[in-house]
């Protein structure tokens, strides 16, 4: 039997180094993108908010003003979408599922 406790922490640990690792990448692909240099594949950026990092992506977004125009919608709504899921996740995990 798993114990409710322990899924929880591994998984909140997850995403909060999902979402520290995507925040940064937020930051680095902003001060590359203003320096004109290499930048991080958007294709990256969107996975990692998907996967679990949309805390952090959402929160780098905002903070560098980076992906949020109107060209760059679907950021947005990765962003929106990864923490829906992964909120979900951890409500069914906290008090729904019995393990």
């Known amino acids: 039997m798993i114990d409710k406790t322990l899924l929880l ?3 909140g640990a997850y995403l909060i ?3 520290l690792i995507t925040f940064f990448m937020y930051g680095l ?5 203003k320096k004109g240099k290499w ?3 958007e294709k990256l950026l969107l996975l990692l908010s998907f996967i ?6 959402f929160i780098g977004m905002k903070l560098f ?6 060209e760059h919608w679907y950021f947005t709504a990765v962003n929106i979408l ?13 008090f729904v599922f019995k393990f």
Do not use: E, M, Q
């Open 39 to 41: 930048r991080v594949p």
């Open 17 to 19: 180094l999902l979402s």
């Open 82 to 94: 990864g923490l829906i899921i992964h909120t979900t996740l951890l409500i069914l995990i906290g």
């Open 9 to 11: 922490i591994i998984y």
């Open 65 to 70: 003003r980076h992906k949020t125009t109107g």
């Open 52 to 57: 679990g990092g949309a805390y952090g992506g």
């Open 29 to 33: 692909d902003k001060r590359k993108a």
